[in-house]
């Protein structure tokens, strides 16, 4: 096909010339035949349609005005508003905090070196593991837009390493922090406090969770928004169902009066008798570390709704002693003998 051919020596790359009405000859690295064949007759019909010249876009591209890291943050959040509002208040945080230090640069003009240093920054100033590989994400998820929409041609952050993250230990409550804690905690906030600790459900969970969804006949949960994504169902205990139905049904949600900023009030709260170290998502490890020691992994892992067993192993504190027990249930009978 005219237009279309090979470079010697250049591989089975395949490349495109033609001519503009300026009279340049352009040449253009496609790849794949079938696609180079594709693109040389869309040149032609740009050419004689629009009088498409190839140095003159490249030219404008090149006088155009960089895209600002602030705006690119202003566009991709406009994005969650509409495609995941659920994390579109961990996604402002994390991109929010990032101004002072990237906003005014150009996103053609950040280097993975200037991530890298950012980064690290946030960890001196005592970030986690863990906490710096999130903003790496969110981070990453944006210039992917960005390569996706062609501004950029590649990554920046494909190049920065994740961080190494230690493994956070669960928190679970005694029964005597649970006890100071419910004495401190306003009334309108215990039942949801008390179902958490019954159930498991995160706070994100809790708060979209449907009455729909709620079978106190049956004693049974189906989750309405997991975090997983996916169908998950939670038998109620007793507590769990008497709690259930004494609240009142005003809304088509079971708590439709939790404050955004929950996490913050309950922590707040917990300080005050000096739980330091208490969060919400304590209430879910005081779920998971009390049923550990009366039921198997496998239906700790399905009850506490891990997707991963490392995760549910963290719960499990196996005593030296209850080792002992174990292998002391293979009784004389269970054993085969061996020969005389």
Request: with cysteine; aromatic share 6%.
């Amino acid at each position: 096909m005219r237009g279309v051919f090979q470079k010697h020596g250049k591989g089975g790359t395949w490349w495109i010339r033609w001519s503009c009405p300026h009279g340049h000859r352009h040449e253009e690295k496609v790849g794949p035949k079938a696609a180079a064949r594709v693109l040389v007759e869309r040149r032609r019909v740009a050419v004689k349609v629009e009088g498409f010249c190839l140095t003159d876009q490249r030219q404008a591209r090149a006088h155009k005005v960089p895209l600002l890291f602030r705006e690119a943050v202003a566009a991709y959040l406009a994005w969650a508003v509409r495609e995941r509002p659920r994390s579109l208040t961990f996604r402002r945080s994390i991109l929010t905090a990032c101004l002072p230090a990237l906003g005014e640069l150009a996103v053609t003009a950040i280097p993975p070196q200037r991530l890298e240093h950012y980064l690290t920054t946030r960890q001196h100033a005592g970030a986690t593991g863990a906490t710096v590989n999130r903003d790496r994400a969110v981070l990453s998820h944006l210039f992917g837009q960005l390569v996706a929409q062609g501004v950029l041609s590649a990554n920046p952050v494909a190049n920065v390493e994740r961080r190494r993250e230690s493994p956070e230990q669960p928190r679970p409550l005694t029964h005597d922090e649970e006890a100071r804690l419910f004495s401190v905690l306003p009334v309108c906030y215990r039942p949801l406090a008390l179902l958490a600790i019954h159930t498991g459900l995160r706070l994100g969970e809790l708060r979209a969770q449907a009455w729909r969804d709620v079978d106190v006949r049956a004693a049974t949960l189906r989750v309405t928004q997991p975090k997983s994504g996916q169908e998950e169902g939670l038998p109620l205990n007793s507590v769990a169902v008497d709690l259930l139905r004494s609240l009142p049904k005003d809304g088509p949600t079971v708590f439709p009066m939790i404050p955004a900023d929950f996490s913050r009030v309950f922590a707040r709260i917990a300080r005050s008798v000096n739980l330091a170290a208490v969060t919400f998502h304590c209430l879910r490890d005081t779920f998971i570390s009390r049923l550990a020691p009366h039921v198997s992994g496998p239906v700790l892992m399905q009850l506490a709704r891990h997707r991963d067993f490392r995760t549910t192993r963290r719960y499990l504190k196996v005593e030296g002693k209850h080792l002992r027990e174990a292998v002391e249930r293979l009784t004389p009978d269970d054993l085969v003998s061996l020969p005389h």
